[in-house]
């Protein structure tokens, strides 16, 4: 199933985007990064992405 796929789920960040801005720092990686995502992501694009935003997450700035 593709992204673009008329039957896939979609999921919004927008939660995930407010908790980033309450909680980490400007310019932490991990919130520049999720900052720059729609707000709304088809699951597939979403969980290709939790793999990053995990690594960014537990990296030491």
Same mark, same amino acid.
């Given at each position: 199933?593709? /992204?673009?796929?008329?039957?896939?789920?979609?999921?919004?960040?927008? &939660? %995930?985007?407010? %908790?980033? %801005?309450?909680? @980490?720092?400007?310019?932490? &990686?991990?919130?520049?990064?999720? %900052?720059?995502?729609?707000?709304?992501? /088809? /699951?597939?694009?979403?969980?290709?992405?939790?793999?990053?935003?995990?690594?960014? @997450?537990?990296?030491? /700035?």
């Amino acid at each position: 199933m593709t /992204s673009d796929a008329p039957h896939a789920k979609f999921v919004s960040i927008r &939660p %995930l985007k407010d %908790l980033v %801005l309450a909680r @980490f720092p400007e310019g932490h &990686p991990l919130r520049e990064v999720i %900052l720059a995502e729609r707000d709304t992501l /088809s /699951s597939n694009e979403l969980v290709a992405k939790v793999e990053t935003w995990v690594f960014l @997450f537990n990296r030491r /700035s």
